[in-house]
């Protein structure tokens, strides 16, 4: 049954934090919606912050498993990313990337929750870069971190205007950058 809380709050918190800010959803809050009590909140968490940093680690791996899914099942090669960020721009609730997100209501370079953001957009730059070299792009790990760039952009574009249209013009630019 402990476990379950823990996953109670881990989903609800990610759900809460995504949908309206880090410091926009108060403990409380998440009690309400976790169904999960205060005393129980703090045997799995010493504090907000330690579940804020348990929910960036989820999100992590569940973020990076749907993108390389969807890369695969838009044919696998570098640019199949730009055809993930359109169809996740476009589904209901799209608000962007939590850790730019993360990132940007923490401003804390020094803090945990801004390090954990920073080593996410690596990874991705890294799965990038894997997918460049399998394609067989020259000098793959400077590509990717252009294709990245392009992303971050393509994401931040694609929450102002609630479409999938800026990872669209993205893919085009990238395809030309490849070319």
Known sequence: ?????????????????YAEGI???GVERL???SGVGRASFYRHFAS???LVIAVLQRRDRLWRAWLE?????????????????AEGAEEPGFHGCAFINA????ADPDSEIYRLAGEHKQRVTDLLARLLANAGHQDSDSRARQLALLMEGAIVTAMRERSGEPARQARSMAEQLLS
Do not use: I, Q
């Open 69 to 85: 899914a969807r890369v695969a099942a838009h044919g696998g090669g570098p640019l199949a990313v730009f055809d993930a960020l």
């Open 48 to 50: 907000k912050d330690d």
């Open 31 to 33: 009690l309400s919606v």
């Open 23 to 25: 410091h926009a959803v």
């Open 103 to 106: 990132m940007a209501e923490t």
């Open 1 to 17: 049954m402990a476990t379950r809380a823990r996953d109670r709050l881990l989903e609800a918190a990610e759900e809460l934090f």
